[in-house]
């Protein structure tokens, strides 16, 4: 059993930035992929990144390559998502996500644990 903890949300403006974190515990994530969702009021869940646990690759969404960066440190036991240039399309609450230890990579159904999110919200 793994817990997650997000952190780092908030109100910005559009263009700010916004690091969020996720801190687990009850188990090391060094074995599992880990990841990042988001919702949206009204809208459906959508993928946002993943590192898998060799670390060696990083997925994102398309539409957010460039802007956000996933990275973990096993050390802490805890993984970021760094959020840059923010509009307020990026308005939503975001999960982090982990899964089962070793697990294959699979971008949508591949998490076991969820956290509770934190809300991000973008004024314009």
Same mark, same amino acid.
């Given at each position: 059993?793994?817990?997650?903890?997000?952190?780092?949300?908030?109100?910005?403006? &559009?263009? +700010?930035?916004?690091?969020?974190?996720?801190?687990?515990?009850?188990? !090391?994530?060094?074995?599992?992929?880990?990841?990042? $969702?988001?919702?949206?009021?009204?809208?459906?869940?959508? $993928?946002?990144? &993943?590192?898998?646990?060799?670390?060696? !690759?990083?997925?994102?969404? +398309?539409?957010?390559?460039?802007? $956000?960066?996933?990275?973990?440190?096993?050390?802490?036991? !805890?993984?970021?998502?760094?959020?840059?240039?923010?509009?307020?399309?990026?308005?939503?609450?975001?999960?982090?996500? &982990?899964?089962?230890?070793?697990?294959?990579?699979?971008?949508?159904?591949?998490?076991?644990?969820?956290?509770?999110?934190?809300?991000? !919200?973008?004024?314009?």
């Amino acid at each position: 059993q793994v817990q997650l903890v997000e952190s780092g949300g908030g109100l910005v403006q &559009a263009g +700010d930035s916004l690091r969020l974190s996720c801190a687990a515990s009850g188990s !090391t994530i060094s074995v599992r992929n880990m990841g990042w $969702f988001r919702q949206a009021r009204g809208k459906e869940r959508e $993928f946002v990144a &993943a590192v898998t646990w060799r670390g060696d !690759t990083t997925y994102y969404t +398309d539409s957010l390559k460039g802007r $956000f960066t996933m990275s973990r440190d096993n050390a802490k036991n !805890t993984v970021y998502l760094q959020m840059n240039n923010l509009k307020p399309e990026d308005t939503a609450v975001y999960y982090c996500v &982990a899964s089962k230890p070793y697990a294959n990579y699979n971008r949508e159904r591949g998490y076991d644990y969820w956290g509770q999110g934190t809300q991000v !919200t973008v004024s314009s």
